[in-house]
């Protein structure tokens, strides 16, 4: 075993409690600060305009939607966490600053006249969506 200041070796349990610190450690910085990629989701036509489903449950589900250039669009977000944190939605490039009740729905139209990437995310910035207008 190897030696700590002083001369005193570590104890099993010490060693044990070092390496589930660690490893808690990487998992936090992976779940906050790792890229989780997931597949993008292509909004349907409803009449005359295109919608897509967000589902709002410990992040957004999707988290990549697709719409058409020119199409009028609604983005219609179902808040089922009940946190602080997915109690609004905020899309910079757009000038969306939106309140997303608990346990409802909310329809917030989307201008689809620039073809681009807008990104989105939760009030304190923790949970990120993109939409892609081509």
């Known amino acids: 075993m190897s030696s700590m200041s002083g001369g005193r070796k570590m104890s099993v349990l010490q060693i044990v409690v070092l390496v589930l610190a660690i490893v808690l450690i990487a998992f936090i910085s992976w779940w906050f600060f790792g890229k989780h990629d997931t597949g993008a989701v292509n909004a349907t036509m409803v009449g005359d305009h295109q919608q897509v489903e967000i589902k709002v449950d410990g992040g957004y589900s999707p988290e990549t939607v697709v719409l058409k250039q020119g199409v ?10 009940k946190s602080n944190c997915l109690d609004e939605v905020v899309f910079p490039d757009q000038g969306i600053d939106e309140k997303l009740p608990a346990e409802a729905v909310k329809k917030i139209p989307f201008n689809t006249d620039q073809a681009g990437e807008y990104s989105y995310a939760c009030g304190m910035n923790m949970f990120h969506g993109k939409v892609i207008v081509k």
Do not use: E, K, S, V
Request: a neutral charge; proline letters at 10%; aromatic letters at 10%.
């Open 72 to 81: 009028p669009a609604q983005l219609i977000f179902n808040r089922l966490d």
